[in-house]
């Protein structure tokens, strides 16, 4: 986790991108040594491995590359790939989300509990440069039992995790070298849960960490622990914020503006508090469509019932709260284009007309990137 200035005590009031601008204006003058860092949460869109991925490859290679940063612990949640580590579990584990159920959940929205005397987590990183930082979330609590960690072929000391009250604790293994696997390894006394972990290495650069469950609504925000999602997020000082949210909104007949802008009010301003400093940016939701014929073009094609509403809601919540919306939809325009996407060489949208392509989530990543980085700092 990046080492940062102290936080600022007021919500940016400028250009929602600036903070971000400016910070990076330091890294290309060498003025900065310590990473920036991006945050994203989102849906399926988010967990996607190629559109956060793909992001963090464009500032990377501009800026500086310093690792994948935080992950869900383990594999992590179902469907969940990777970029620039791999991980395996062995023995007793057992994960939950922050989907539907409000809990002890920090950024990831992920929560990994083992058991068992030698249930283990390997944790690799694909990058030729390895880590030279390794980040650990950690939950004590009341009965909780211990681990240790294994790097190098070198065992540490038990880490209990036993304690009167539940709380979130962060640790830090710092290797005197770049490694590129680290094993956690549990004891047997108890029960530990782990909110997730982080490889990144020293120095300047930019870390974009993803934040995306599938099937997930702005509500996820609302059922992580307020204390820990605040707690993670003053640790990162990020320069921005993004919230990439909608998709399973838009799915609800139901949905209305006024109703979905008060809820995206109260994330957006719960974001300004836990992160001052950062700027926020808002992923208009994307273009997605149900069938509802049986012909094989774009008349065949419906916008999910909830789009509009959706939509109209986060155009009003940009507007009051001075925060960037960035426009999704131009990457396809309308369901027709949309459908288009689906028969593209190469193909940018899947078949279900809701999900985009390793290509389509890549096209969206660079066409995010060009809107942040065009836009002035002030």
């Known amino acids: 986790m990046p080492d940062a200035p102290p936080v600022q005590q007021a919500a940016w009031t400028g250009n929602p991108l600036a903070p971000l601008r400016l910070q ?6 060498g003025t900065r040594r310590q990473p920036i860092s991006i945050v994203q949460f989102g849906d399926s869109h988010t967990a996607s491995p190629f559109l956060v991925p793909r992001l963090r ?11 994948p940063g935080l992950l869900p612990p383990g594999t992590g949640p179902r469907y969940t790939r990777l970029s620039l580590a791999q991980a ?7 994960g939950a989300t922050a989907l539907r159920t409000p809990g002890a959940f920090s950024l990831p929205g992920y929560r990994l509990r083992g058991e068992g005397a030698g249930s283990r987590l390997v944790l690799r990183s694909t990058e030729s440069d390895g880590f030279d930082r390794f980040g650990l979330e950690v ?5 909780g039992g211990s681990f240790r960690l294994v790097a190098n072929g070198e065992q540490g000391p038990p880490l209990p ?3 009167a009250a539940t709380r979130r604790v962060p640790l830090r293994y710092e290797p005197g070298r770049t490694q590129r696997e680290i094993t956690l390894e549990l004891l047997g006394d108890g029960p530990v849960d782990l909110l ?3 490889l990144e290495r020293r120095g300047p650069g930019v870390l974009v960490e993803g934040f995306g469950i599938n099937g997930a609504t702005i509500d996820l925000l609302s059922n992580m622990d307020q204390s820990m999602l605040e ?6 000082q990020p320069a921005l914020i993004i919230l990439a949210f909608g998709t399973n909104e838009a799915v609800s007949s139901s949905v209305t503006a006024p109703v979905y802008a008060a809820q995206l009010t109260e994330r957006v301003r719960a974001m300004k508090r836990f992160a001052p400093g950062a700027g926020i940016l808002l992923m208009g939701a994307p273009d997605a469509a149900r069938r509802q014929g049986r012909g094989a073009g774009c008349d065949a094609w419906a916008p999910l019932p909830g789009l509009p509403a959706v939509r109209e809601a986060q155009r009003r919540v940009a507007s009051a709260e001075n925060v960037a919306l960035w426009d999704w939809s131009r990457l396809t325009g309308g369901t027709c284009g949309l459908h288009a996407g689906t028969r593209a060489a190469p193909k940018l949208v899947q078949d279900d007309h809701i999900h985009f392509t390793a290509d389509g989530y890549r096209a969206t990543a660079e066409r995010l990137f060009d809107f942040v980085m065009q836009n002035p700092a002030a």
């Open 88 to 94: 395996e579990q062995q023995g007793r584990w057992e």
């Open 161 to 163: 995790t036993n304690a």
């Open 24 to 29: 990076l204006a330091t890294l290309a003058a």
């Open 57 to 67: 490859e464009l500032f990377q290679a501009r800026y500086g590359a310093v690792g």
């Open 196 to 198: 997730g972990w982080a």
């Open 139 to 143: 939950l004590i609590q009341p009965g």
């Open 231 to 236: 707690a993670g997020l003053r640790e990162r």
